[in-house]
């Protein structure tokens, strides 16, 4: 069935470190994965994407990995600031034209000062 | 930098009252969404609209569910029968093609007494 889910429901980190958060889909036919942010009260925000012909993509402080062959996704976020800390979500888009997104549960990031 | 603009950010109304949450999509976009988020829960896919006409629905979206697009800038949610379980953040949602980059508005949360 058509499921994503991240692994761990809230990660504490350090501010300064590095933080990775994970997360599995199970649709093999998903092309394209978004990561999103979410503060408190406010919508999602865009943070990266990638689609499933590659396997790595980076920004401005954050890089997302694929790995199609179990099916899991990663975010990692350099040198974690306490502005990070936001519960993050990654969507999959199935192969349609309609352009739905399923999101997984997420995951809260905490960053420590 | 544009954006997705949501009306009013807070509505609270009687059982059984209709409601209608109002967004104003990015503007040279072109697929519409709406999205709901349960407290504490995942965000959940309602509906997609293109080109004048949903293209796809999720089971919550059933027969109290409307959307509309009445002119050219706004794109509306219709519950016609509000009930308690409808309760949560509603979020509009829009991108220029299915396969890149929805951007979320700031959400409406509709609270049912």
């Known amino acids: 069935g058509e499921s994503v889910g991240l692994h761990l429901p809230t990660l504490s980190v350090q501010e300064g470190d590095n933080s990775i958060i994970n997360c599995a889909y199970s649709n093999s036919a998903s092309d394209y994965f978004i990561w999103y942010k979410q503060e408190s009260g406010k919508g999602p925000q865009f943070i990266i994407d990638?689609?499933?012909?590659?396997d790595k993509r980076q920004g401005q402080r954050v890089t997302v990995l694929l790995n199609k062959t179990v099916k899991h996704l990663s975010l990692q976020i350099a040198a974690t600031q306490p502005g990070d800390s936001a519960v993050y979500f990654c969507a999959e888009r199935a192969t349609s034209n309609t352009g739905k997104l399923i999101f997984g549960q997420g995951t809260t990031l905490q960053v420590k000062p | 930098e544009p954006e997705v603009t949501q009306t009013p950010s807070h509505q609270v109304t009687q059982m059984g009252q209709e409601v209608i949450l109002r967004c104003v999509p990015i503007s040279n976009h072109l697929y519409f969404y709406w999205y709901r988020q349960i407290l504490g829960q995942k965000v959940e896919f309602l509906v997609s609209f293109y080109n004048n006409e949903i293209s796809e629905k999720s089971e919550i979206f059933d027969d109290q569910f409307s959307v509309e697009r009445p002119d050219g800038s706004n794109f509306t949610l219709k519950i016609r029968s509000t009930k308690l379980e409808d309760s949560a953040m509603y979020f509009c949602a829009s991108s220029y093609d299915p396969n890149t980059e929805a951007f979320f508005g700031q959400g409406t949360r509709l609270t049912v007494v």
């Open positions: 990638i689609r499933s012909n590659m």
